[in-house]
């Protein structure tokens, strides 16, 4: 992709019909624009994919500079590179690189590189490479100089100039710029014909300058007239129905004998189509695609520029941070499509609610952000407060059906104390991430001192500590019997289990509530839970025995292994590979991970169940959204949440909970388990509701089932 071109830089440019160039990249869009780009300017354009294709044109079509991409599908571009300045040196070559270090770069210097351009490539930088490639190019022929041009008879000429599709042109040094001669072609560049303007007979060519330009232009002449050198002008002119053209133009002063200025001879290009594709060019990289607000590139620039502002004029500003409450569920209930049309109405919704002169961007997926210059904390909580009542009164409607959303919002004040653009986008995403741990729906202000953030950030610790126990296996599974109930004393047995995970740190044992969270955070529940299935099946295919006599083996999978693409794959091949029975196995899911990856909870479910596996929606209860997801969720038994078993004797909603959990479980035919069950009371209290089955510390503590040392 191109960068943004600054309309107002100018650089000298060799735009030539002649100018022949070849682009030899394999990427096939950034080969595309910017052989566009190049075509617009008058430049005669190939392009190769590899060096092959590359050696067979340079012999047809004879190029004059070579943009080469380092690296190649067939090669590298230093072979191709070595290839050219050994068989063709009279190709001037320019490197393009996106990934190559500069010690890669020096070596194509060496053996013969002109120049390089890393990408993204900027218009104005591409262009002042080329200028200076095509200047050594012609040097090299010494064919193209304005010496030999002039030397050539009016004729000749007259013939060349009408053939060049810019409108070429030679004034007299006076007061009223008298245009001696302009080729035909300014006629498709103005509308007018040339002998309007030959001997400046009915109107002069400064006349249809634009009137903001007109100083521009007259200072850059000047300029190269006083330095003896080319002068190189982009500037707009209003043609004769009144439609602003943008044009390009190069030209130079002719002297005498005497060293006098005596003309100014030059060429005119009509630059309209060019520009535009600048403009769109410059716009697709600042802006996202989807919402057409600032994309997160151009938020960190306008950041980096607030941030030296704050610190050289002691100013005061703020950075809000938006997550959207429940648009993971919109998008995987409704699809895609309707996800990004949401975030379309939204990203024009939230451009009339923020200020004016306030920065909106989409940062990615359903993150957004603002930045507000010039904003104290007082003024950036009324606005963020504005934001977050907005959206809660909006409502998405799609396929006749409305949904809410809400947002989560972390400020951040940007001041002379504040660390670099990262730094601050890092703590407004954790504070962001800190309003939806409270509830969701919120504003959390990033302080320093922050307890919230503290505990965030001690989460990032445990990352290290996770890895390094995956690394050296300091993890461990224990096991806690299910026990059906209702079923005489001697008809109960322990044949149904659920596999737990336990760390093992520094001789102490570390629960997964104290890791987890942390895991799912920074996404590496994804290996604890390719560690629980692949350690676990290992055991049981080693120990047949014991599988063959157990009913159901219950494991645990995190909401993140749900919503990973290869995870199913992973699960599948792990059958095959340890040989384990599908129908011996109970993948445990909770509510909430269920609800928040609904789509690929179901495709998940419904693959395993297909070979024999069951299902459990574990901690049910605990979202308050459970009903209404029973009914197309294939599982088939309702973990009740534990928070409502252990209190169950003594509070009669507990109680009610629970016995409602239960009877619309049997309606739907699922079986239901109880979580927690610590004393003969609870159990009472559950064989009287008609609980199918229960496990706690009333039945024994948990067992190890398999030791670390076994798997090393």
């Known amino acids: 992709m191109l960068k943004t071109k600054n309309k107002n830089e100018n650089k000298k440019r060799v735009i030539n019909d002649d100018n ?72 001037v070559c320019v490197m393009l690189t996106a990934y190559a270090t500069m010690d890669t770069v020096i070596k194509c210097l060496r053996v013969g590189a002109y120049d390089y351009l890393r990408k993204p490539v900027g218009p104005n930088e591409l262009f002042a490479v080329l200028d200076r490639s095509f200047e050594k190019a012609n040097l090299i022929e010494d064919k193209f100089s304005a010496e030999y041009l002039l030397k050539e008879s009016e004729q000749k000429y007259h013939d060349l100039v009408t053939n060049i599709p810019g409108a070429v042109y030679r004034c007299a040094n006076d007061a009223d710029c008298t245009m001696h001669y302009i080729s035909p072609n300014i006629h498709n560049i103005s509308g007018y014909p040339a002998t309007d303007f030959i001997g400046n007979k009915i109107r002069t060519y400064t006349s249809i300058i634009h009137p903001d330009d007109t100083k521009i232009v007259e200072e850059r002449i000047s300029f190269g007239l006083e330095q003896k050198e080319p002068y190189v002008i982009d500037y707009r002119i209003i043609d004769k129905n009144s439609n602003i053209r943008w044009v390009y133009e190069k030209g130079q002063g002719i002297l005498d004998g005497n060293d006098e200025l005596i003309y100014l001879d030059g060429v005119i ?54 997550d959207l409450d429940q648009f993971k569920l919109i998008n995987d209930t409704c699809g895609h499509v309707a996800g990004d049309e949401l975030l379309r109405q939204l990203g024009l919704f939230l451009s009339e609610t923020v200020r004016k002169r306030d920065t909106l961007a989409r940062l990615g997926g359903d993150e957004f952000g603002v930045l507000m210059e010039h904003c104290s904390l007082k003024q950036a909580k009324r606005v963020a407060n504005k934001i977050k009542k907005a959206i809660d009164q909006f409502r998405f ?47 959390h202000v990033y302080q320093i001192d922050d307890v919230q953030l503290a505990k965030q950030f001690g989460e990032m610790q445990w990352i290290t500590i996770i890895n390094n126990a995956l690394e050296k296996n300091m993890f461990y599974l224990v096991y806690q019997s299910i026990i059906p109930l209702n079923k005489s004393k001697s008809k109960i047995k322990a044949s149904r289990y659920e596999l737990l995970l336990r760390l093992k740190l520094d001789n102490e044992t570390i629960l997964p509530e104290n890791f987890l969270p942390a895991a799912e955070r920074y996404g590496i529940a994804v290996k604890i839970d390719k560690w629980v299935i692949t350690t676990a099946f290992s055991y049981f295919n080693d120990n047949k025995e014991l599988l063959n006599t157990t009913e159901e083996i219950a494991i645990n999978i995190s909401g993140q292994s749900i919503n990973d693409d290869d995870f199913l794959e992973y699960v599948k091949n792990a059958f095959i590979k340890h040989k384990i029975p599908q129908d011996k196995i109970c993948f445990e899911i909770t509510e909430t991970a269920a ?64 016995k409602s959990i239960n009877d619309i479980g049997h309606e739907m035919g699922l079986q239901t388990i109880a979580k927690f069950v610590e004393n003969k009371k609870i159990l009472d209290k559950l064989n009287k509701i008609g609980v199918d089955f229960a496990q706690g510390y009333h039945f024994g503590d948990v067992k190890t089932l398999i030791g670390t040392s076994k798997f090393k």
Request: with cysteine.
């Open 20 to 91: 022949r160039i070849i682009i030899i990249d394999d990427d096939v869009d950034f080969t595309k624009s910017l052989q566009e780009l190049l075509a617009s300017r008058g430049l005669n354009v190939i392009t190769a994919s590899n060096i092959f294709s590359a050696k067979k044109l340079i012999d047809e079509f004879k190029p004059k500079v070579a943009l080469i991409d380092i690296r190649l599908n067939d090669g590298t571009g230093m072979d191709l590179l070595q290839i050219i300045v050994e068989k063709y040196p009279g190709i």
């Open 269 to 322: 290009f009509d630059n309209t189509e060019a520009h535009e594709l600048s403009e769109k060019l410059s716009f697709q990289a600042t802006h996202d695609a989807l919402t057409g607000l600032v994309n997160r590139r151009e938020f960190e620039s306008r950041l980096k520029r607030i941030l030296y502002s704050s610190r050289k004029d002691n100013t005061e500003h703020a950075l809000l941070y938006l």
């Open 397 to 443: 409607l799609w396929e006749e059906k409305h949904f809410n959303i809400g947002v989560s919002i972390g400020l951040i004040i940007i001041d002379d104390t504040a660390g670099d653009a990262i730094d601050l986008l890092k703590n407004a995403d954790a504070a962001c991430y800190a309003a939806k741990e409270q509830g969701r729906n919120r504003i």
């Open 595 to 658: 609800i928040a990856n609904f789509a690929k909870a179901n495709i998940f479910i419904d693959t395993l169940k297909k070979g024999g596996c069951k299902f459990a929606l574990d901690d049910f209860g605990s979202g308050l959204s459970s009903f209404a997801y029973l009914k197309t969720l294939h599982i088939d038994y309702l973990k009740i949440d534990g928070f409502f078993i252990k209190d169950i004797n003594d509070d009669p909603i507990d109680y009610a909970m629970v």
